[in-house]
């Protein structure tokens, strides 16, 4: 499949094989970097799983692994919304809520590889259990699939909606784009549970305000297409819970990249992984 997607992009670009250099790999997951291999990630099942290695095998080129949401954070920071900042930190929210983490102009991975799961902080010590196992993770509830799970809910104890006619009835087929669309349709239970998923995006943001100080928080995924409504309320609530003199000095935008920041991002890793062996 690899080489197949190979051959079609070069086809379809118009690119010659000798020219491609190499490969950079996103990855949901917690990933190990020096083991070149995704340790676990929550949301696809895999332990320990080499993905590098097989890519590499394939396309016989050199090939760099990273986190996706590292990927999608390097993006913005490298052609997006943070293009120039020295500290920032993106959240990506799609299937899950994943984190990455610049600080002076580098990719801050920890000790161990797993740093900037902002998905994985508790905002609930008592709250839903999450995919990764814990309690109350602010992925619970703020993942594109935890928004409908929430809108759901509601509809079936009885709110209003026009999702249920965009649904015809069958309620399973409630997913967060849906809500989106809702949104623009100025449905008002839409924009309560949006509203709500807003304010709790917004108690991540302030803790990251609050414990790292960045330039701009950039938010990356679908949820950017709930629209500016959706950042009115992350910076209202984020500006409540944070520092002022932090707050005051953080834009809290959404990523200027949609579908593509984790691709770029993924060859932006490369490239600098590979000058810097230069
Ligand atoms: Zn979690």
């Avoid at 670009?13 to 291999?37: K, M, Q, T, W, Y």
């Avoid at 809910?153 to 069958?170: I, N, P, Q, Y």
């Avoid at 849906?178 to 623009?184: N, P, R, S």
Wanted: aromatic share 6%.
């Amino acid at each position: 499949m690899v080489a197949e997607a190979t051959e079609e992009t070069l086809t379809r670009e118009g690119g010659v094989r000798e020219h491609v250099v190499g490969a950079g790999i996103g990855c949901p997951g917690s990933i190990d970097r020096s083991r070149r291999l995704v340790r676990t990630t929550s949301n696809l099942g895999w332990v320990d799983y080499p993905i590098r290695g097989q890519i590499a095998n394939v396309l016989q080129l050199p090939t760099v692994l990273d986190n996706d949401a590292n990927c999608a954070t390097y993006a913005e920071w490298w052609r997006g919304a943070g293009r120039g900042l020295e500290h920032l930190v993106g959240i990506t929210v799609g299937t899950g809520i994943g984190g990455g983490v610049m600080l002076g102009g580098k990719i801050m991975r920890g000790a161990s590889g797993s740093a900037g799961e902002v998905g994985h902080t508790t905002i609930d010590f008592n709250g839903r259990r999450c995919s990764c196992g814990n309690y109350g993770c602010l992925e619970a509830y703020a993942s594109g699939p935890s928004i409908a799970v929430r809108a759901r809910r509601g509809l079936e104890a009885g709110c209003k909606s026009v999702l249920t006619e965009l649904v015809d009835g069958d309620l399973d087929r409630i997913s967060a784009a849906l809500i989106y669309k809702a949104l623009m349709l100025e449905d008002k239970y839409a924009h309560e549970v949006m509203l709500e998923i807003a304010k709790l995006l917004g108690i991540g943001i302030a803790n990251i305000i609050n414990t790292l100080n960045p330039d701009v928080v950039v938010v990356v995924g679908g949820v950017v297409g709930a629209g500016e409504h959706l950042f009115e309320t992350i910076r209202s609530e984020a500006q409540r819970r944070s520092f002022r003199s932090a707050f005051e000095t953080c834009d809290i935008v959404p990523g200027e990249l949609p579908e593509t920041a984790g691709i770029i991002g993924a060859a932006g890793i490369f490239i600098s992984e590979i000058f810097e062996q230069l």
